[in-house]
């Protein structure tokens, strides 16, 4: 969900219940839009408190992490430690709902007496900050002043008086809202219903906005004018219990996966999101800094494979483009058999064509359709024929030449598109060396142009299934082989997403017989092969399996290209959850 209104309620009454009374007791610059604050609190022991006026992904929470100050203190931080270090901290809290949290911190100041002063975090994407004002609301400074110049409707100068601009008018959610209050607001305006629900009341963002419509069983899409008063009726006890609950300050913070990637966030028990992957967290701070966290490292790994993405979109290009004309080639070579025909008629009735004739007509002796057969007037009846022979042997040559360099490059381009395919599923450097030693060895990389030193190999994927049967998945296609040549016996079973890039799938029988193994450690298998391809946002995949005797790889073949004639099949979901993982700890 967006950093709204509601979260940033969640974290403040959160803060508030773990470090008011605190005392600060350090205060660093870690980035130039950040800043750490180390609170000795109630109880004893030190908490970490993080704040960030990223414009891309403003945020505060308590952390574990420490982080380094730079050599050089910023002129901001020397102002905050000059005025705040060893203050107490009064109190943390939100102004109505907005995407603000205010700290109150009291301390004494060049003459002993005690004053109070606030530290302002404003949540507000490119427009985030962190004000410091004194006890009348006047502006100290600021982490990123802001002159007349840059905006017109607030200026945030040391000496201006601090406000929130008002730029559009909204109710306040938290307050005492009466049902006809609610639909005249919601449904006197035009367009859909979760617009105008979060257009209209404060804090709300389009993802709870979209939250409350799911709850309350209306299409989040569905226009205002449409949604009848049952509806209306029903998304007002949402809305009223969904407010109850923050001014009770009662939250289920949680954390939304797809397919493995952290995908949203939220403060609240969500159903917007059906079947997905919902991961508790005790606390709304570890909620934000689990999630940015699990974020960062799936952007980084994205990075960190830019290179090598590259290289293999290029190549793809490279390769469908060369595909493309082969397939064309290919085309043109279907006229070969009709000037094999054309010359076997010219050679079975030329006897009565006469000298000159653009054309003659003859029975196909196959169909037994009539031929019109053109003729070059220019040539005898015999010449017509060897030309037309002549056609054909050429037009053969190239047709033979032209299906094995197809062949040759609809392999190359589908190896490459599974290299791609596990570039997308790359979760470490190991991961990403190892995609790199393919690429070598395959000739997409020069030797002379890599740099650095191995990261070190990682293992397959292990697996246990509900019935105890180990089960390894292949991270690339180097693992693909190792997997089912190495690590696969003859009677342990092969599993493959059925025409699509993906990983090698190996369940361990154990040496039993077919009919001793549960279904379940088939279709667990068979969710592991699908999740692990390029087909996992399907709804279902079609998957191969059979037993691994039956699994061959060409002669030459690339890394993971393996043939089979013969094979069971199976559609299923590419869901995994429920299925142990052995750590990777020591085989990554």
């Known amino acids: 969900m967006a950093f709204d209104g509601v979260t940033v309620h969640a974290l403040a009454y959160e803060l508030n219940e773990v470090l008011s009374e605190g005392h600060i007791s350090k205060i660093i610059q870690p980035e130039s839009d950040e800043l750490m604050l180390a609170v000795k609190v109630r109880g004893g022991g030190v908490r970490r408190l993080l704040i960030s006026a990223s414009a891309s992904i403003p945020r505060i929470f308590l952390t574990e992490d420490k982080r380094e100050a730079p050599a050089t203190a910023p002129a901001f931080t020397m102002l905050l430690r000059k005025h705040l270090q060893g203050g107490r901290i009064i109190r943390i809290f939100q102004p109505s709902l907005e995407r603000i949290i205010n700290m109150d911190i009291e ?38 002043r802001v002159p007349s110049t840059v905006s017109s409707v607030r200026e945030i100068l040391p000496g201006r008086k601090y406000f929130i ?66 509806k209306r009726f029903e998304l007002f006890e949402v809305f009223k219990s969904m407010m109850s609950e923050i001014r009770s300050n009662v939250f289920s913070p949680c954390i939304i996966f797809e397919n ?21 967290r005790d606390s709304v701070s570890e909620t934000v800094e689990d999630f940015y966290r699990e974020r960062d490292a799936y952007n980084k790994a994205r990075t960190r494979s830019f290179d090598l993405r590259r290289i293999v979109t290029n190549a793809i290009e490279r390769v469908s483009k060369k595909t493309d004309l082969q397939e064309k080639q290919l085309k043109s070579t279907e006229k070969a058999d009709r000037y094999r025909l054309y010359g076997e008629l010219i050679n079975t009735y030329g006897y009565s064509v006469k000298d000159g004739s653009s054309y003659f007509e003859a029975e196909d002796f196959y169909t037994g359709e009539t031929v019109r057969v053109p003729l070059d007037k220019d040539l005898s009846v015999h010449e017509n024929a060897n030309r037309y022979f002549d056609r054909y042997a050429k037009l053969k040559r190239t047709k033979e ?51 650095g030193k191995s990261k ?61 193994i549960p279904d379940r450690a088939f279709n667990e298998a068979g969710h592991l092969a699908a999740f692990f391809s390029s087909a996992k946002d399907q709804e279902k995949v079609e998957i191969d399996y059979l037993q691994r005797r039956d699994v061959k790889k060409p002669a030459g073949a690339a890394p993971g290209y393996v043939i089979y004639y013969t094979n069971y099949s199976m559609a299923i979901e590419p869901d995994i959850r429920g299925i142990q993982k052995v750590s990777d700890t020591d085989s990554c």
């Open 456 to 516: 070190g190999k990682c293992a397959p994927m292990h697996f246990i299934s509900s019935d105890g049967f180990d089960i390894y998945v292949g991270r690339n296609n180097l693992q693909n082989d190792e997997v089912t040549f190495r690590i696969g016996g003859g009677s342990d079973w092969w599993f493959h997403a059925k025409k699509f890039p993906g990983s090698h799938v190996l369940m361990k029988t154990k040496g039993l017989a077919v009919e001793d």
């Open 165 to 230: 601009p008002e730029t559009v008018v909204k109710a306040d959610p938290l307050v005492d809202i009466k049902r006809d209050d609610f639909i005249a607001a919601v449904f006197a305006k035009s367009g859909n219903v979760m617009k105008s629900l979060y257009g209209s009341y404060t804090g709300i963002s389009p993802s709870l906005a979209t939250e409350l419509c799911v709850r309350a069983d209306i299409d989040p899409d569905m226009s205002t004018a449409s949604a009848g008063v049952d």
């Open 107 to 144: 301390h004494r100041d060049e003459m002993g007496d005690l004053k109070t002063k606030t530290l302002i975090a404003e949540f507000m994407g490119k427009h985030s900050n962190i004000i410091f004002t004194d006890d009348e609301g006047t502006v100290i400074d600021s982490l990123k």
């Open 401 to 451: 030449a032209a299906s094995r360099q197809l062949e040759a490059s609809r392999m190359e381009l589908s190896h490459l598109q599974s290299v791609l395919s596990f570039l997308d599923m790359a979760e470490s450097e190991q991961d990403l060396s190892q995609i790199r030693e393919e690429l070598l060895r395959t000739g997409y990389i020069r030797k002379r142009a890599e740099k």
């Open 260 to 280: 493995g990637k952290p995908l949203d966030f939220a403060v609240y028990e969500t159903k917007m999101y059906g079947s997905l992957d919902v991961r508790n």
